[in-house]
């Protein structure tokens, strides 16, 4: 489904437990290295909560969303001390494959217009949640704040996505159709990077408007 079979959140969730392991260094990568934005979280978590509940990962579903959510807070920090430390220097690397200045820039938008509530909002965001720990960081964020709101953000996404995952994995017509439902939920994670840029183009032809 994804191209890259090593990346396919189904085939990562049909490895029993190394397949949790897995989702969590993925969570880790994808919450506190830069690189790491493209990865599936939201639909491998949503795929992780779809294991456990038809058994194919047989961990309790209270240590698995515990493990999750440890990985994505871990992540977190390591972005949050990453700008920390580098500071604007963080973003002065020219675009690549892997890395865009323009997703910088959102990061930046974002924090702005929601401010602190940002740190808890971007989990539920694809690419907001990989570079919004390092904006904080680099905009000097106390240490303390960040954590607090981090990890009302961490434990609402980590736990929350698998445990809809969970539950909705006792329905028959979801296990019988995982590929529709996966694509549909990634469509759905996406909305909110749509709202924000079509937010971003009103706020820019009404400043055109007034010139």
Known sequence: MFGISWLNPETITTLGTLG????????????????GFFLPGDSLLFLVGLA??????????????????????AGDQTG???????????F?????????????????????????????????VPIMRTFIPVAAGVGQMSWRK????????????GTGVTLLGYFLGGVQIVRDHVSFVTI???VLSFIPIALEALRARKQIAAKRAKR
């Open 20 to 35: 949790l392991f897995i989702s969590c260094a993925m969570v880790y990568a994808e919450t506190g290295l830069l690189v």
């Open 52 to 73: 456990l509940a038809t058994n194919v990962i047989q961990v309790p579903i209270a240590l698995a969303c515990l493990l999750i959510s440890l990985s994505g807070l």
């Open 80 to 90: 949050y001390w990453l700008g920390r430390r580098l500071g604007a220097a963080v």
């Open 92 to 124: 002065n690397k020219p675009n690549s494959k892997f890395f865009s200045t323009k997703n910088v820039e959102r990061a930046h938008e974002f924090f702005e217009h929601y401010g602190s509530k940002a740190v808890i909002l971007a989990h539920f």
């Open 146 to 157: 960040f954590t607090t709101y981090n990890v009302i953000g961490v434990i609402g996404w």
């Open 184 to 186: 549909a939920f990634i």
